[in-house]
């Protein structure tokens, strides 16, 4: 897999999916999930609602997948992205969160991915654990997913993540 970084928006990739951080309930009110529209909130209660396993939200590190609604890509993953804790070493959840995402995405045959650094938004993680994580995994687990780029918010994260990719 090629992995990209780039600076702007999930809301903005045309891409096979797009992945986001997301609260166990899934459902929110972020700039992502206003413009994907409210079938995806619907399809997010609804998944919440008839699926058992699910009925008290996601777990953290799991990720799940509906239809992208209004964004210009096919699928929006919703990834469960476990808190920060300086008192539990939670790494392994983040490191899953990434894995249940990309298998999520060969279930679905996708082959361009654009993902938030998950821990780079809420709940925010400590950059350089965001950035350890998030190119060891992707670059470490198998896939089908040809392209992945992760969108960065700030023209600072660009500077930092493109740094940590280039020594590697």
């Known amino acids: 897999m090629r992995l990209r970084v780039r600076h702007g928006t999930l ?3 045309a891409t096979d999916a ?11 009110s972020s700039q992502l999930m206003r413009a994907a ?12 609602r008839h699926e058992p396993r699910y009925h008290h939200g996601v777990p953290a590190g ?3 997948v509906t239809g992208a609604g209004a964004l210009p890509a096919r699928l929006l993953i919703h990834v469960v992205t ?5 008192r539990q070493d939670r790494t392994h959840l983040l490191a899953q969160a990434y894995r249940s995402c990309l298998a999520v995405a ?15 938004t809420y709940p925010y993680w400590p950059l350089p654990e965001v950035i350890r994580i998030a190119l060891t995994t ?15 918010p700030t ?14």
């Open 11 to 13: 809301q903005a990739e």
């Open 18 to 28: 797009v992945a986001r951080s997301a609260r166990p309930r899934l459902v929110d």
């Open 37 to 48: 529209g409210p079938v995806v909130a619907e399809a997010c209660e609804d998944l919440i």
């Open 62 to 64: 799991e990720a799940v």
């Open 82 to 86: 476990p808190d920060f804790s300086v």
């Open 106 to 120: 060969d279930d679905y045959g996708v082959r361009r991915l654009s993902l938030t650094p998950l821990g780079s």
């Open 138 to 152: 992707l670059e470490n687990t198998p896939t089908g997913v040809d392209v992945a780029t992760l969108v960065v």
């Open 155 to 168: 023209p600072q994260a660009l500077e930092v993540f493109a740094e940590a990719l280039a020594r590697r």
